[in-house]
């Protein structure tokens, strides 16, 4: 994403084409005056909300557009997409895009996907009032710090490690009877106040290049980084996600002795990648939404299926590692096995390590109350400021 002129060109940029949109509706935004700087032609409140990581002044003037996607319609954010401010949050952390609205109303879908941008931070403010009745999904290209560790030398039918963030992620694994040589899973990283930082990226499983398949299993999705702010009421009773994603499955293999083919191994499953940084702040909040940032599970390891053309007996990899949520830490993925049958005997593969639980935060005025979401991980509930 990329900064631009403040508010006015946000609904031409729009409305020309750079978002994408599915589903049965569409996309609809509507002008208004007022700017990121604060100004507008609005009567100001009589107490105006000070919205963490942004400019105290962020709540004094009307956006410039409303943003509605309808119930049926799905719209992308992603990093073709343009800034009204770009805001450095510190030295290692990413920037923050600003996208600043008059009113939000989101009964469909929508997706902010900040793959392949620096700006793995989004943050949508909504100067009136912000609707949440449908789902909003948050996925990152993945915070370096606590990537998931790489299968890169060792057997095919060695797994990928989880990603970390709020905890370390789960390690890979190999193959039962192998001397010990995990991969280690992605390290946990703190994320101080309101800091907004992405999850990371799950590991890959290991593979062998002339088993007909040009890589390993890729690791999971991180979870995004996603402030949402409303300077008025939030209605929040839809779905929230910042979670992380699942591995990729290991390969499968085949060895038929009466076809004389070479003998390959299932190759092990990716790890899951972490969840990342829901941050919710309102002047007052309703609603009984869905809020996850939970970790992605490992990838199922490849198969093995041996014997004859006509007699032979699969055995499946080992089971995927479950993400971290709020109950338990992210999990090992199952070792694979030396499988035999008609005389035959080969690896399947292991199962990707778990990734990591990320954080949700809501930040509210002190005497405002918050609603019992269903929520995982739990919220951390803290005060904001009005001015």
């Known amino acids: 994403m990329h900064n631009t002129l ?10 020309a084409g750079c978002s994408s949109q599915d589903g049965a509706g569409s996309s609809e935004l509507a002008n208004h005056d007022g700017g990121f700087d604060g100004s507008s032609q609005q009567d ?15 709540c ?28 450095a949050q510190g030295t290692g952390l990413p920037s923050l895009c600003v996208r600043k609205f008059a009113n939000v109303t ?27 009745t449908g789902s909003v999904t948050a996925l990152a290209g993945g915070d370096a710090r606590g990537a998931g560790g790489n299968c890169t030398s060792g057997p095919a039918y060695e797994s990928g490690a989880g990603a970390g963030h709020a905890a370390t992620g789960a390690p890979g694994e190999a193959t039962t009877g192998d001397p010990p040589d995990p991969v280690s899973g992605g390290k946990a990283y703190a994320s101080a106040g309101t800091q907004l930082v992405a999850g990371a990226t799950g590991g890959h499983g290991c593979n062998t290049p002339n088993n007909g398949y040009p890589s390993g ?18 209605n929040l009773s839809g779905t929230l996600s910042g979670a992380g994603g699942a591995g990729e499955p290991g390969h499968p293999e085949k060895i038929y002795r009466d076809m ?36 992605g599970a490992g990838g199922t390891g490849g198969s093995i299926t041996l014997g004859f053309t006509d007699d032979s007996k699969t055995f499946a990899g080992g089971t995927g590692g479950a993400g971290g949520t709020r109950s338990h830490p992210p999990a090992t993925g199952a070792y694979g096995d030396f499988p035999s049958y008609n ?23 002190a005497n405002v109350s918050v609603p019992a979401f269903t929520a995982d991980p739990p919220p951390i509930i803290g005060a904001i400021g009005t001015h």
Do not use: M, W
């Not at 956006?63 to 954010?77: I, Q, T």
């Not at 990342?276 to 940032?293: C, F, K, N, R, Y």
């Open 260 to 295: 004389n083919g070479p003998s390959y191994d299932g190759t092990g499953g990716g790890g899951g990648g972490s969840g990342g940084t829901l941050l919710i702040e309102a002047q007052s909040l309703t609603g009984g939404a869905t809020l996850s940032a939970i970790g």
């Open 44 to 58: 100001p409140p009589e107490s105006r909300l000070t919205p963490s990581n942004l400019p105290p002044g962020t």
């Open 217 to 234: 299993a890729g690791g999971g999705r991180a979870g995004g980084a996603l402030q949402l702010v409303s300077c008025g009421h939030f």
């Open 343 to 365: 005389g035959d005997q080969g690896h399947n593969g292991a199962g990707g390590g778990g990734g990591s639980a990320g954080q949700i935060l809501i930040n509210v005025p």
């Open 106 to 132: 989101i009964a469909g879908n929508l997706t902010i996907d900040t793959n392949g941008t620096s700006n793995d931070a989004v943050a949508i403010v909504a100067t009136t009032r912000f609707e949440v």
């Open 6 to 15: 403040l508010g006015a060109s946000l609904a031409i940029v729009l409305s």
């Open 60 to 87: 004094d003037g009307a956006g410039a557009s409303d943003l509605r996607v309808p119930a049926g319609a799905s719209l992308k954010f992603d990093s073709t997409l343009p800034c009204d401010a770009l805001i």
